[in-house]
């Protein structure tokens, strides 16, 4: 499966990716907004920290008009925090929080518009997305409030309420939530919707924690850790059973 991602001028939250880089079944690119759109079974519109200012970007470079005939020719989209803010109508930011203050519009692929607010949301939390009822964790961080008529079709049921849309016609997905495709079976499910078949989703918590272990080791091996521990004050290493 080809699965890309627009380099947008103010990306954030690439780690969101890991787990696609790594999956042996997925052709995983960021691609530069100067390049043309490549072919693509999934595109990500992934998170941003001027969504107005990567917009305006990604729209000059043309990707408007090429992520529009990507759908009409079948293709999977999803826009994470401010890629899902991107898709709406249009986003409003009065106190100026990401630059100068105003409205842009949106894409428009999506019946809801968003409001950039003074308070920032920061949680994390756990729920099920609503395709395959797939466990998932992440976390939130945004400043905008999204509201409007695809809300009520959300992508997620997350512990503090619904999440994020699902377009009418399937192609669409939308959410908030940042470390979507962490969880094994939440990844599983969301390939599968994008049209991948028979996937085998390798468990990338697990390959994280072994390489936390292998890099604890080489750090062990390589440096005098109790002249360190003597250094910094810390007594003695204790061992709990």
């Not at 790594?22 to 920290?49: C, M, N, T, W």
């Not at 890629?83 to 929080?97: K, S, T, V, Y």
């Not at 750090?219 to 709990?240: A, H, I, M, N, Y």
């Amino acid at each position: 499966m080809r699965i890309i991602v627009p380099v947008l001028p103010h990306i954030s939250n690439h780690t969101d990716f890991d787990p696609l880089r790594l999956h042996p079944q997925i052709e995983f690119r960021f691609v530069p907004i100067s390049e043309p759109l490549p072919p693509a079974d999934l595109i990500i519109l992934p998170g941003s920290k001027s969504v107005r200012s990567d917009l305006e970007s990604l729209r000059a470079a043309g990707w408007d008009v090429a992520i529009k005939q990507h759908l009409r020719y079948g293709g999977k989209l999803i826009g994470i925090c401010g890629g899902l803010q991107m898709l709406g109508r249009h986003i409003h930011d009065p106190l100026g929080i990401e630059g100068e203050a105003g409205s842009s519009a949106g894409l428009g692929l999506l019946e809801l518009d968003t409001t950039l607010a003074a308070e920032k949301q920061l949680r994390n939390v756990r729920g099920n997305l609503l395709l395959e009822d797939a466990p998932v964790a992440g976390y939130e961080i945004h400043a905008g409030i999204s509201t409007g008529a695809a809300l009520q079709f959300p992508a997620l049921q997350l512990e503090h309420g619904a999440d994020g849309a699902i377009s009418p016609d399937g192609q669409i997905f939308a959410t908030y939530l940042h470390g979507l495709f962490e969880s094994a079976a939440a990844c599983s499910a969301l390939l599968r919707w994008a049209g991948l078949r028979e996937v085998q989703t390798p468990d990338y918590r697990a390959r994280c924690e072994a390489d936390l272990e292998r890099l604890a080791d080489a750090v062990e091996s390589c440096l005098d850790t109790p002249r360190l521990r003597e250094l910094f004050e810390l007594g003695e290493t204790q061992c709990v059973n």
